[in-house]
């Protein structure tokens, strides 16, 4: 039995022991190439082989620190040239301090290891620490930089490398995220590159921070509208809607989009909630007295829609739904007298409000004459209850096409 244990032990000598001089030799190669002051991307490659050659060197420190020399190496030689306005790869320049950062990542993990005595001893983190928070700033600029190239994909990694920094043990101390104004401004670009990926996930993941830019926190919640609504979150997706609105009445995105949820939910109470309160701050802006003219007439306040539309075509004659609506009200209101026991009685009321009904439907249809389907029906039967033949055989030709 000993003798087996000792042939074991003696063959996995002979295996491990080619291994380590190969490796040996690797390492002294690339430490030369940096020594000569030249081939410090040789000296890289030839560490990068070493860990995707055997999985078990990727616990060897003296790997990574030479592999941490050779790139800041390049990233000086390359620095250089562009101090120089000599011509250099750009896009390699940036790709070098984000390199710099995985391998001094990877580098602190392994120096904070305990030792056979269960002792940790850091010997390259306060060094290393200093010299990639010089080059931090490289990382926004290179997330930028693939942004411009509408490269979503890379400026997020270079984005999110810079805000996770503060997260690891290798920049103990510097609080960056208490310290450092750039990371709300950083976030927001992360949050747009996720956004034009269409990728909820990574839209969504550093939107607190954000938001905290005050000068896009707008176009943040925006972005994370979009994202609750690829993930079919209606909750956070209202949620967020309110939000925007809330804190930005007056933007584009967040109203129209309230006022359609709630009217595709049937809910015009809302809608017209929503419309008092941005009228509140804005009471002359077109957009909100229009949903509030919609969703009056969605509640059958027949009488107060016809009066903010009323209201509307006085700021803007040229804008079509407000006839339309006025229009509705009063056909609406006809049916409703058609409707009672004795409608007889109102015969001259409802034709009155046919009366009334028509120029408005009219003019909507000069205004939106490819709305064939709105104004259509109610001119059919507005000219058929006001006996006009010929307008009604036109009409009727139209609708026949519908």
Same mark, same amino acid.
């Given at each position: ?53 055997? =999985? ?153 921070? =954000? ?37 930005? $009445? ?125 104004? =259509? $029906? ?25």
């Amino acid at each position: 039995m000993k003798k087996q244990q000792t042939m074991v032990l003696l063959l996995l000598l002979l295996m491990i022991t080619p291994c380590l001089r190969a490796q040996k030799k690797e390492l002294s190669q690339a430490r030369s190439y940096i020594k000569s002051g030249k081939d410090y991307d040789k000296a890289e490659k030839l560490m990068t082989d070493l860990l995707e050659k055997d =999985a078990a060197n990727r616990t060897n420190e003296k790997i990574y620190l030479i592999w941490f020399q050779a790139v800041t190496k390049q990233y000086e030689a390359a620095n250089e040239k562009l101090y120089l306005k000599q011509k250099y790869d750009t896009a390699a320049f940036f790709n070098l301090t984000r390199r710099l950062y995985t391998i001094g990542e990877a580098l602190d993990t392994l120096d904070a290891l305990p030792d056979e005595k269960g002792r940790v001893k850091m010997h390259y983190r306060e060094d290393h620490a200093r010299l990639l928070d010089q080059l931090r700033l490289n990382l926004y600029y290179g997330g930028t930089y693939h942004l411009r190239r509408d490269n979503y994909a890379t400026a997020y990694d270079f984005f999110e490398t810079y805000l996770q920094a503060g997260e690891k043990p290798l920049f103990t101390g510097y609080d960056y995220p208490q310290k450092d104004p750039r990371i709300p401004e950083v976030a927001y670009w992360a949050e747009y590159a996720g956004y034009k990926m269409q990728d909820a996930t990574l839209t969504l993941r550093y939107f607190d921070e =954000a938001v905290r830019d005050t000068a896009k926190a707008r176009y943040a919640m925006q972005y994370a509208c979009e994202a609750y609504r690829w993930q079919k979150d209606e909750q956070r997706y209202l949620e967020m809607l309110k939000r925007g609105f809330d804190r930005y $009445p007056d933007f584009p995105y967040f109203f129209p989009r309230l006022i359609d949820y709630y009217q595709a939910q049937e809910r015009p109470d809302s809608a017209l909630y929503y419309a008092d309160q941005a009228l509140r701050t804005y009471p002359q802006e077109q957009l909100f007295l229009l949903a509030k003219s919609v969703a009056l007439l969605n509640l059958e306040r027949y009488d107060e829609c016809i009066d903010v539309s009323e209201q509307l075509i006085s700021r803007n004659d040229t804008l079509a739904e407000p006839y339309f609506n006025i229009a509705t009200a009063k056909l609406n209101q006809a049916l409703v007298l058609e409707q009672k026991s004795q409608p007889r009685i109102y015969r001259e009321q409802i034709r009155q409000l046919y009366m009334e009904a028509r120029p408005y439907m009219e003019a909507y249809r000069k205004l939106a004459p490819d709305e064939k389907r709105k104004w =259509a $029906p109610s001119l059919y039967r507005i000219y058929l209850n006001l006996n006009m033949g010929r307008q009604f055989e036109e009409i009727d030709k139209v609708m026949k096409k519908l």
